[in-house]
């Protein structure tokens, strides 16, 4: 990358500088928009349809229980095959279960027992889009702009976050549900075009065992690597306990904030503003020092932050709460991201990045529907506030043992530059990329 070219672009968006990731990073941003549209546009549809909190959490957890059980089959697929070519594949697939679900709901024959059959099936699709997706990220870029490129990505997720409640909320209300998942359908030309116009070189393929041998070595490596473990651990609680507060949005926009359709797309949208804030903040941060302190202090202020909205009886406060929400959330996700990338190797990259993908988003079932249990009995607000604690609880435990793990994560992280041709201080007079000593 000549001297002229890496200058050209901001320290915000340097990750940018490279053909490939530029054309991924324009084609998700309208993608997403629709994506978005969709989940809000979904959940409004089997409240109205429904009016129940347990069917809101089923149809929660049929999304994504596929990725809890089929991401280690979708780690294994994209460390051994083209990660490009399965986006491709998986984005295509998407597209058309979108065009399904609009199709059923424009005609008026869509059931909530469709909707569940709609939701498992881009559940299985996720289970092999986002294992390779993550990995797909370091293959576009390199390992010197993997954290501004994660930190983008993360951006334009939370940037459609703020547009495509909005948007939906006001199609909703307008026009229906139908024309936000139409709309999500035809969105995904623009991250397909993207797709078809990389040029990407060809992987080296890897001798490999069976394919149950290699899914265990990634278990095992994940297992057996403290720092990974417990950023792991930490990423599992929050999804279980602290991410279903959005399968209950509809019941705070409607029953407790009496704002309906355009009430929620206000209340998503302000958990997105938060959420692009921290990804644009850790975007503008060029190494990886201090992650474990801010995903620490990110913890402390999600939990925080979810129990205030909890409490809250006002729309206008609630909106402003979910700011914090959505910002500390955003940047727990993305800097543990950030940080299991950097200390894992290429080989194992997928399957590491599947690991992550069922605490992530495969526990989130399980909250899902655990959350629309308890809401059902207990009140949603309530329900909410119990995650919230819960959180908190999961943010102690990981600060009294990342301290005892830097040293170890220090190690991997340096072990990764090296093998991927990044050379050592002592070798090129410059500060290698470390958690640092004084950080956690």
């Known amino acids: 990358m000549s001297e ?23 084609g998700q941003i309208i993608s997403l928009i629709g994506t978005w549209m969709q989940s809000v546009a979904q959940a409004w549809l089997v409240y109205r349809l429904t009016g129940s909190s347990l069917l809101l959490g089923l149809v929660g957890f049929a999304n994504q229980i596929p990725v809890f059980l089929f991401a280690p089959l979708g780690g294994l697929v994209a460390d051994r095959y083209s990660r490009h070519r399965i986006v491709i594949v998986t984005q295509t697939t998407a597209m058309v279960l979108a065009l399904i679900l609009s199709a059923l709901t424009l005609l008026e024959h869509i059931q909530v027992w469709q ?17 390779a997706r993550q990995a797909f990220i370091v ?5 010197e702009d993997l954290l501004n490129a994660i930190a983008l990505n993360s951006s334009i997720v939370n940037g459609a976050r703020i547009l495509g409640p909005a948007i939906a909320g006001v199609t909703v209300a307008a026009i229906g549900e139908g024309w936000c998942f139409f709309a999500n359908g035809v969105s995904y030309i623009a991250v397909l075009a993207g797709l078809l116009l990389m040029i990407v070189p060809a ?8 394919g149950l041998q290699s899914i265990a070595e990634g278990f095992r490596f994940v297992t057996q690597t403290g720092p990974i473990r417990v950023l792991l651990i930490l990423l599992g609680v929050v999804s279980v306990t602290g991410m279903p507060y959005t399968v209950l949005m509809p019941i ?7 704002g309906g359709a355009r009430g929620l797309g206000w209340l998503m949208g302000a958990s997105g503003v938060g959420a692009l804030t921290g990804t644009l903040i850790l975007a503008a941060k060029r190494e990886v020092r201090g992650l474990g302190r801010w995903i620490t202090f990110a913890s402390v202020g999600f939990g925080s932050s979810m129990i205030l909205f909890a409490l809250s009886r006002s729309f206008y406060l609630s909106i402003a709460l979910l700011v914090p929400v959505g910002f500390s959330m955003m940047l727990q996700m993305a800097s543990s991201n950030t940080l299991i990338q950097t200390m894992s190797p290429d080989a194992l990259r997928g399957r590491v990045m599947a690991v992550y993908s069922m605490m992530f988003m495969g526990m989130a079932p399980f909250g899902a529907l655990l959350a629309g249990a308890l809401a059902d009995r207990l009140g949603a607000p309530t329900t909410v506030a119990l995650g919230g604690f819960a959180c908190l609880l999961g943010a102690l435990v990981f600060a009294s043992r990342w301290p005892s793990l830097r040293g170890e994560a220090r190690q991997l992280i340096l072990a990764q530059a090296i093998s991927s041709g990044e050379p050592p201080e002592e070798m090129t007079g410059q500060q290698p990329v470390t958690l640092g000593r004084d950080s956690k």
Do not use: C, K
């Open 4 to 26: 002229e070219s890496r200058e050209r672009w901001p320290a915000m968006f340097r990750a940018l500088r490279h053909r490939n990731y530029r054309l991924f990073f324009s």
């Open 203 to 210: 992987r080296e393929r890897r001798p490999g065992v069976s």
């Open 252 to 258: 705070f926009a409607d029953q407790i904030l009496h």
């Open 115 to 131: 909707i569940m059959v709609l939701a498992t099936l881009l559940g299985v699709v996720y289970a092999f889009d986002i294992p």
């Open 139 to 143: 293959d576009m870029v390199n390992s």
